[in-house]
């Protein structure tokens, strides 16, 4: 049986680039477009509305920052993957989109359907991101030694270790919350206590210090 395609919603405020994107999600295989916006307010309410499984949102818009629209879904829409598509390529622009809770950050370089082939790796649980944000973010994702926790001061319960490894192996929420019998909810407040625990601020930081702790496989 075939996966059903992503609902995915755009908040875009440049008309041009916002068409394009539109245009090249609704040709892509497994994206379903359910919605456009142009700005924060609207943005919110097409969130609420739709409650996509991906949000694509700039963080420079005309009534706000995307973050907003970030902490939102992370505070109400735990299943929805929110990723940024702008042109802020600097460390604190990303860093902030991560630890606000999006899974991944693209540069407007390049074609719209260049951008969406990206996407295709949240079926396997990466994280897209452009190439050339690549090593400062390593840099920010390794912290130094002194400031990761140590293997002692970190302590999954059974259901953390089982969801975080199935989140390493490639299983999305979805498939882990059915494959466990639990809500995608209880899943999300699992993986976020990971989180915690990991001192850390997305799922690529969160693997790495699970691995590197011997938590993981």
Known sequence: MSTPPLRTALVEDEAAFRGALASAVMQADGFELVGTAADLPDGLQLLRRVRPELLLVDLQLPSGSGLRLIE???AELPGTEVVVVTTLGDEDSVMA?????????????????????????LRE?????SPVLARQLMRRLTPPQVA??????????????????AVARGYRYDEIAGQLGISLNTVSTHVKRCYRKLQAHSKTQALAQARRLGLIG
Not at 98 to 112: F, N
Not at 125 to 129: K, T
Request: proline content about 4%.
């Open 97 to 121: 989109a991560l630890a606000a809770g999006a899974v991944g950050y693209l540069l407007k370089q390049g074609q719209a359907h260049r951008l969406v082939e990206q996407l295709h790796s």
């Open 125 to 129: 649980g990466g994280a897209p991101l």
């Open 148 to 165: 990761t926790p140590a293997a002692q001061d970190v302590s999954l319960s059974e259901r953390e270790a089982q969801i975080l490894d």
């Open 72 to 74: 939102a879904a992370a």
